[in-house]
Structures are given as C-alpha cells and as structure tokens.
C-alpha cells in the first residue's frame, strides 16, 4: 500500500496516477481499507458500516448516532441477544440428542416462554426511534405550499438567512421549484419552495403547479402557508384536499406585519388543524418559533424516544424484524407444538441477528455494503 502525496494542480496530479498505474499499481476499491479491517477481525460489520454512516453524516446528531455503533454498542447490543438466544436453547437441543437426561421439569416451557418474552423486548428495544434516527441521517422533505403570494419564497429566505429565492409583489414569482438546505433539532432538512397552487391555462405556470403537487406528495411535512392579511379563499380549501394522513401538517399564518383578517380560531375551525404558527417573513417575527415547532413535529410523526437511536440504515432494520418474526413465532407455537419447533425458529433468529455483525453473512452481500462506500475508505 502507498500513499504518494503532491503539490500541484488536478491536471498534474492525474498525470502522475497514469504513470503509478502504468507502472503497475491500482487504485483502491470502494471501501477497501475498512474491508480489510473487517475481514482481519480489528472491527465488525456494524462498525464498519458505522464509518460510511460517519463519513455520510449531515447533522451533529447523525454523526454521534454513527460513532456509538463505531465504539460498538450496536455490536454489544446484538451480542447481548445471541447470548440469551444461544443459552435458551442449548438445553433444548441437548434433551433432543440424550432425552433419558432431562427430566419434563428441566425443560419447562414457562421459563422458555419468560426468556422468550425477554428477547423480544430487548429486540423491539432496538428499533426504538429507528425512523427518526434514519431521517438525522438522511435528511427530511419539507413542502412550503400555498395560493400564489402568500410569502413561501420569503419564508424559504427567513428560514435560510439568506435570499435563496426571488421575491416580488407580482403573484406567480416563482414557477419552479426552488431548494434549500438547513439544520433544525438535529435533522437535516430540504426545504422545497414550490409554484403557487391556483387554477391557471398558462402552459408553464401549469407545469409549476404539477410539480409542486408532487413535491407536496413527496413530502414527509408540509408547510401551508396562508395569507394572514386576507380572508381564506377557495385556493386555500383546495390546497388542503391534497394533504393525506400520514404526512406532517403545519400552518403558517403569515404576514402578521399587515392588518389581520385571519384568527388562529378561524383556521382550526375551517381546517381541522392543531398546528398554527403566525410569521412575519419580512420582519422575522415568529420565525424562531416556527423552527422549534418544525423539530417538535418531526420528533412527534417520527416517534420520539428519550432512548437513543442506535439503528440506522434499512438493512439493519429489516433484519431485527426478521429476528423478530422467528422469535413471535417460536413464542406462539410453544404450549401447542414439539420443542423442536421453538428450538429451530431460536436458530433462525440467532443466524439472522449474525447478519448484522457480519459473522453469518453470505460474501455477495458483503461485496454489495463495501461497494457503497467511496474509493479507498
């Protein structure tokens, strides 16, 4: 292995990688260093997913999540139940093999059903938060939607800082849409300023408002923002039948800078909402207050926990529930079926938690995470 490092510009420095490999070196392969560490037994697969996690990392809290499972807590965690899972079954396999040694009270389904119980706890335990932590991760869609002229592109500035979208007096400013990134509570937010939603025939301002509909279907929390200087028009009633349940609602009475014609009163009565901010987004009044609020909805439609998050990507996630599935299975069949069966489905969970770590893991899905990560690391 080598590590040449030169002064120069990029155009020299891919001069001197053609000579190196023309000289017979290669350039390293996607996550080969940690690879190496994984398969010479310095650190698990968890752990070392816990370095692409580390590098991927788009928030504080995303990054002390990755550094937990780098130090191996989601390593021990999993340990932990194969442990238990191992020590419960052991005796039944060993009544199987020498049934004149174990008498019927040595095997009593009570005590496996409790450590059955046990297990499954501990495993639910770890997909606690899983969906928050994954969005720290990741990052959260947010649709600031709304009539023409209500103040989105003014309040994507105020929740930036800065002048990210055009802003004028003329209604249908903004066609397309328009994107920003910031950081609130510890998630990691794209914020998606989108066409005023209005009847129109103009062929562009018509695809504006097709693409708005689908960021506002996208999104994972929606903005609606409402002009507090005029009186709820039929836009606005439209704008609300394309909100479905499972997405996360907050209404932005803005421009409380000018003469109210809209109360907090009217709006819950009107549209069934309990989430109402007032903003200025010329003055900045209530803007602090619409950011706490967007992280105080995003812990409660993603499950907020005091625990912390310890699971974070897809594939981790769907393994525990396979885990799961095996040990509610063994649960239901131990008062009415032979052992062997409660035995077997114990092996099924044991093997499937083994995946995580990477000790029984088959090598295409181990090719499949290295390649994942960037060149070298």
């Known amino acids: 292995i080598a590590e040449i ?9 891919r001069a001197i990688l053609r000579l190196i490999i023309k000289a017979g070196a290669r350039l390293a392969e996607p996550g080969e260093f940690t690879k190496r560490a994984y398969l010479h037994g310095r650190i698990d697969l968890s752990q070392a997913e816990a370095v692409l996690n580390i590098i991927k990392s788009r928030s504080e809290e995303a990054l002390k999540i990755a550094g937990r499972a780098l130090q191996g807590e989601l390593s021990r965690r999993i340990g932990e139940i194969r442990d238990i899972l191992i020590a419960t079954r052991a005796p ?45 991760q990741e990052g959260v869609s947010i649709a600031i939607i709304g009539r023409p002229n209500v103040g989105k592109s003014s309040l994507l500035n105020a929740l ?20 920003g990134q910031i950081n609130l509570g510890g998630y990691p937010l794209l914020l998606v300023d989108t066409a005023g939603i209005q009847g129109s025939e103009d062929p562009v301002e018509k695809e504006g408002i097709s693409r708005s509909r689908k960021a506002a279907e996208k999104a994972r929390l929606l903005l609606v923002v409402l002009d507090g200087s005029k009186e709820i028009a039929n836009e606005d009633r439209e704008i609300f039948r394309i909100i479905s349940q499972d997405q996360g609602l907050i209404i932005v009475i ?5 003469e109210q014609r809209l109360s907090v009163c009217e709006i819950k009565e009107t549209f069934k909402a309990d989430t109402i901010v007032k903003t200025s987004a010329i003055t900045g009044e209530g803007i602090d207050e619409l950011e706490k609020t967007v ?3 995003l812990d409660q439609i993603l499950g907020y926990s005091d625990i912390s998050p310890i699971v974070v990507s897809i594939r981790h996630e769907e393994i525990i529930k396979q885990a799961l599935s095996h040990l509610e299975s063994a649960l239901e069949q131990i008062d009415e079926n032979p052992l062997e069966i409660t035995s077997l489905e114990l092996k099924n969970a044991w093997h499937k938690l083994g995946e995580i770590t990477g000790e029984t893991l088959e090598d295409q899905i181990l090719d499949k995470i290295f390649s994942e990560f960037c060149l070298g690391k």
Not at 5 to 13: D, E, R, V
Request: charged share 35%; hydrophobic share 35%.
């Open 5 to 13: 490092n030169c002064h120069s510009g990029i155009i020299t420095l």
């Open 92 to 136: 039944l396999e060993a009544s199987f093999d020498y049934p004149e040694e174990f008498t019927s009270e040595e095997i009593e389904r009570e005590s496996i059903n409790k450590k059955l119980v046990e297990i499954i706890a501990k495993s639910k335990e770890l997909l606690i938060n899983v969906e928050r932590s994954r969005a720290m």
């Open 160 to 179: 930036m800082r800065q002048q990210r979208a055009i802003v004028h007096e003329m209604p249908g400013t903004t066609r397309d849409l328009l994107e």
């Open 254 to 258: 803005n421009k409380t800078d000018l």
């Open 295 to 297: 992280a105080n909805k």
